[in-house]
């Protein structure tokens, strides 16, 4: 089949090209960006103009003469705007203002007290407002907003059900457009946080990898041959509902067994009168006292984490594993009964070369990769598929 673009989209292409080939390697003269682009001369001077007029790219001073005059080297202006990536989980609502390579300008973070919408879209206003005021003067300000959200998002930015909230159908991308008028990406968090692995994080030069988030529930990233995976709609990673126990507990989605009921934050709810705290974060100190409950709790955990992660495993075959979200924290206690049941379990050629991990950026995933979506979409950046 033939395939043909205008003269717009070809510029479009090359402009993102030249861009692109800037951030990731500059500084870089411009005939060193035609030499790695395979752009003519002529094309790469055209577009570093506009690039330059948009304030996206700066000169920066003479470099290394090759024999002749030194030339000018361009590099990707970083400053030139900002983007702030938010991360909604059932109990917290935490944020991060960057620049357009997401170096962390601000941070904000608060406790929800309440989970229906109002309240919790309430939040978001504030934590968005707070971000914005942080902002360094710049030409393009806050050029878009990312969020990291607990449930299954659709193509238009429409959360359609996030169990662990109680919330179906909320336009959570329109609501914020309509509020702030400026772009929105909205995708699930562990999308976000295997986003934010993959650019920023463990999983950089990786190209097949799984992001497992961990805390009041349990969601996956998964990255194909260095793209995301999401599935024929879109809802691809709902692992924390893939069912482990035939005849196992009732989940909030309505299945009965999940994942997510053996490994994660919930069973804190089903013990709640026998434990000391309610968090990872809390009950961490009582496992540094070697209190026993806690230590046969996160002993627990790292097993079904395991189980869990081992069946990941034997489906998709990655590269790398990587374990973020709140239980990370708890890594001194999980890791060891979570890596014995791997490797007890998982298919030895599965198994081989595989590294399972904890998460290189803590609890900054899912804000960097949603921060990285709303970057993307600021510099429109095209993909061309034949």
Known sequence: MKI???????????KSIVLDTIRRHGPLSRIQVSEKTGLNKATVSNLVLELLANYLVEEIGPGESSGGRKPTMLLFHRSAGHAIGLELSVTHLTGILTDLEDNIVAEYSTRLTQRDFPSVLDEMHQAIRSLMQKAPSSPHGVVGIGVGVPGMVDDSGTILFAPNLGWEKIPL????????SI???IDNEANAGAEGELHYGAGIDVHHLIYISAGMGIGSGIIVDGQLYKGARGYAGETGHMTIEANGSKCS?????????YASEITYGDLSKDLPAHTTQELIPHALQHDPAILGLFNTIGHYLGI????IINSFNPELIIIGGPLAEAKEWLESPL???VAQRTLPY??????VQFSALG???TMLGASYAAVSQFLGRVRVSL
């Open 4 to 14: 043909t673009g205008d003269q717009a989209l070809v510029k479009k292409i090359n």
């Open 173 to 180: 991308k329109d609501i914020l457009e309509d509020a702030f």
């Open 183 to 185: 772009p929105v990406t």
């Open 253 to 261: 989605c309505g299945n009965q067994g999940c994942w997510e009921l």
């Open 308 to 311: 869990g992660i081992t069946n």
């Open 339 to 341: 890596q014995s049941v």
């Open 350 to 355: 599965h198994r081989s070369q595989l590294q």
């Open 363 to 365: 609890s900054h995933s």
